[in-house]
């Protein structure tokens, strides 16, 4: 399977940002791409007074992905999108996968909300406008195993041990918006972390640059392999970096380094 991840610098233009998602899918496509992949919020980072309403899985942001994916001929994830939620006061972020015909293939509402104070630097609590999604969630990519999260899930190894256990993951993705202040110090080594725990690749897609009102996100999607090792890395612009995942690797590692099947607990 060959997987692009692609790097997106996300505004307050909601028609502008779908534009430069379908160029970059584009991109992915030219590429050989099977599966692309978008990162959070990839139609809107902006002031909330600005934000498009929440949308049904069957609403323009799904329309637009579905349409893409259909007419490139390849799986399409489409970062994630302001859901309508559970309550009028709570949406949820949620992550949409496409097949090559256009159909939805996987939902998944991103499990863990981004509560951070750190005073005289960043105040963000995203629990006062996103509900928890309820459960994790995989689906089959083309034979392939595919293990669903977003963003600050990366920090939560017992999701994505239940993604590789109970859904037998072998390709674990994180669509993301990783702040600049922790990306630099945290995001490479959880990435990689979360591969060589689990024994998957690791497709992750992040925004970078800046996003109104002050925040900056730290960009460096990356593929990383089941070993840790980065197969492929976007320098720090928008773009699409992609990389072939070879299966039998996997499994090579996994019956060298048996460590999921030796876990006791």
Known sequence: MRVAVCQLNARDDRQANLAAAGALLDRAAAAGADLAILPEYVDYLGPGSGQPKPEPLDGEFADFFAAAARRLGMWVHAGSFHEVGPDPQHTYNTSLVFDRAGELAATYRK???????????????????????????????????????????????????????????????????????????????????????????????????????????????????????????????????????????????????????????
């Open 111 to 265: 499990i863990h909300l981004y509560d951070v104070e750190i005073p005289g630097r960043v105040s963000y609590l995203e629990s006062r406008a996103v509900a928890p999604g309820p459960e994790p969630v995989t689906l089959t990519v083309d034979g392939v195993r595919v293990g669903l999260s977003i963003c600050y899930d990366l920090r939560f190894p017992e999701l994505y041990r239940q993604l590789a256990v109970a859904g037998g993951a072998q390709l674990l993705v994180v669509p993301a918006a990783f702040m600049l202040h922790t990306g630099r110090d945290h995001w490479e080594v959880l990435l990689r972390a979360r591969a060589i725990e689990n024994q998957c690749f690791v497709a992750a897609a992040a925004q970078i640059g800046d996003h109104d009102p002050g925040r900056t996100c730290f960009g460096r999607s990356m593929v990383i392999d089941p070993w840790g090792t980065v197969l492929a890395q976007a320098p720090d612009t928008v773009g699409v970096v992609c990389a072939d995942l070879d299966l039998d690797r996997l499994h090579t590692i996994r019956t060298e380094l048996p460590s999921l099947a030796n876990r006791r607990l």
